[in-house]
Nanobody, 119 residues
Framework: QVHVVESGGGLVQSGGSVRLSCQAS????????MLWYRQTPGKRRELVAT???????DYADSVKGRFTISRDSAKNTVHLQMNSLGPDDTAVYYC?????????????WGQGTQVTVSS
């Protein structure tokens, strides 16, 4: 079992920055794809950013140029640096560790961390 824990959320003013962190347990962290999702009430969970085991990144169009995902495999940690935040970025942010060594892939989720951007 892989445990995933997010941290770093909070209240920030529009235009500000927040850095989220996600720590995942397990010996095989370096092989996991790590993903950040976000969700607001009444809406589907939205994929925000992805980083593969070998460091390839991908972003939703809505956050390109503002958000940066990175990983520190020595610390089993992934970060999401969020800049130029706006009210539309307000959401609960979830970290997902995806183990593709199984089929279908096994997904491990954190509890989420709230980010609130005030206008």
């Amino acid at each position: 079992q892989v445990h995933v824990v997010e941290s770093g959320g909070g209240l920030v003013q529009s235009g500000g920055s927040v850095r989220l962190s996600c720590q995942a347990s397990g010996r095989f962290f370096s092989f996991y794809a790590m993903l950040w999702y976000r969700q607001t009430p009444g809406k589907r969970r939205e994929l925000v950013a992805t980083i593969s085991g070998d460091g390839k990144t991908d972003y939703a169009d809505s956050v390109k140029g503002r958000f940066t995902i990175s990983r520190d495999s020595a610390k089993n940690t992934v970060h999401l640096q969020m800049n130029s935040l706006g009210p539309d970025d307000t959401a609960v942010y979830y970290c997902n560790a995806q183990d593709s060594t199984t089929w279908p892939p096994t997904n491990y989720w954190g509890q989420g961390t709230q980010v609130t951007v005030s206008s």
